[in-house]
């Protein structure tokens, strides 16, 4: 059965601080996506991940792509409150289906 | 550019009724997909429309159907309702069928069954 892991599932940190979400998936994919979705809202695609390898950075958030380990990462750099939500990867199964993990709710906390 | 957007926004229904979400597509795409949204859960593939025609579908039943027109607008039709269709349902669309450049979601149709 497919699987997309994501940890940890509740994360708060303080501001100023790095840490980083894991998302494992079970099935070979060359292609992940990261989103955020804040409380009572819709998704907000942040990161296209095409290939083994791949890594892109806007502002504080930072992802990468393993397909070889089917890992994917989504790295926060000194947190500001303005990152506080649900962070979603998403692992593209072919079909045009694309399989999304449980979620990271963040809290960023002064 | 407009974005996708979704009506109604909310909605109740009683079970055993039927009931019909609607999206409009960003402009410029040409695919939607629907998806199912549990509370404190990821969203669930429910299916995808390319040209009007289904093109690949989550593991949902028969009773979840859907229809895109010529102008890329897509309706969600649910019958039979059942307290766990109880969900935010999202709509996505996309330039290619495969997502290359990503999806963009609407808002949401908040849908409680009673």
């Known amino acids: 059965e497919l699987k997309v892991e994501q940890n940890p599932l509740f994360l708060s940190m303080q501001e100023g601080k790095n840490y980083t979400i894991y998302c494992n998936y079970s099935?070979?994919?060359?292609?992940l996506y990261w989103y955020r979705q804040d409380p009572g809202k819709s998704l907000e695609s942040l990161f296209v991940?095409?290939?083994?390898?791949a890594v892109k950075q806007e502002g504080r958030l930072m992802a990468s792509l393993d397909t070889k380990a089917r890992l994917s990462t989504l790295h926060i750099t000194a947190a500001v409150h303005d990152l506080s939500a649900t962070y979603f990867c998403?692992?593209?199964?072919?079909?045009?289906?694309?399989?999304f993990g449980a979620g990271t709710r963040l809290t960023v906390k002064p | 550019e407009t974005g996708v957007t979704q009506s109604p926004t909310h909605l109740i229904k009683t079970r055993g009724q039927q009931v019909t979400l609607r999206c409009s597509s960003q402009s410029g795409h040409n695919t939607v997909s629907w998806y199912q949204q549990a509370l404190g859960q990821g969203p669930q593939f429910i299916f995808q429309?390319?040209?009007?025609?289904?093109?690949g579908r989550g593991n949902f039943p028969p009773r979840f159907s859907g229809l895109q027109f010529p102008n890329y607008s897509s309706e969600l039709n649910v019958n039979a309702l059942e307290l766990d269709d109880s969900a935010l349902y999202l709509c996505?669309?996309?330039?290619?069928?495969?997502?290359?450049?990503?999806?963009?979601f609407g808002s949401g149709t908040r849908l409680t069954v009673v």
């Open positions: 998403a692992v593209d199964i072919g079909l045009n289906d694309m399989r």
């Open positions: 991940l095409l290939s083994n390898g």
């Open positions: 099935t070979t994919s060359d292609r």
């Open positions: 996505a669309s996309s330039i290619k069928h495969r997502g290359l450049y990503g999806y963009t």
């Open positions: 429309y390319y040209r009007e025609e289904e093109n």
